[in-house]
Nanobody, 125 residues
Framework: DVQLVESGGGSVQAGGSLRLSCAAS????????MGWFRQTPGREREGVAAIDRDGTPRYADSVKGRFTISKDNAKPTLYLQMNSLKPDDTAMYYC????????????????????WGQGTQVTVS
């Protein structure tokens, strides 16, 4: 079974930065798509960023140029560096793994992702 554990959320002022981390097994990171998603009450879940087995990232338009997804296979940990945060970035952020693919990672609503962490809250004021 795959277990994902997020950390690093918190409260920050607009323009500030946070780094989220997600711990899982090395096998999960090395061969599969990993993604970060977010959700606020009353809104659909939104894909923020994804990274494939080779380290190629993709981003939602709303975070391009501000967020960076990366992974460290040795630790193994998935990261989301969030800079220039805006109040609209306020949400619960989830780490997820898509064990059905290692390339052409999906964003969208995350229906392709099989495993999810418990979430970490990010609040920007």
């Amino acid at each position: 079974d795959v277990q994902l554990v997020e950390s690093g959320g918190g409260s920050v002022q607009a323009g500030g930065s946070l780094r989220l981390s997600c711990a899982a097994s090395a096998y999960t990171y090395r061969y599969h798509c990993m993604g970060w998603f977010r959700q606020t009450p009353g809104r659909e879940r939104e894909g923020v960023a994804a990274i494939d087995r080779d380290g190629t990232p993709r981003y939602a338009d709303s975070v391009k140029g501000r967020f960076t997804i990366s992974k460290d296979n040795a630790k193994p940990t998935l990261y989301l560096q969030m800079n220039s945060l805006k109040p609209d970035d306020t949400a619960m952020y989830y780490c997820a793994a898509d064990l059905s693919r290692g390339t052409y990672c999906r964003l969208g609503y995350g229906s392709e992702y099989n495993y999810w962490g418990q979430g970490t809250q990010v609040t920007v004021s």
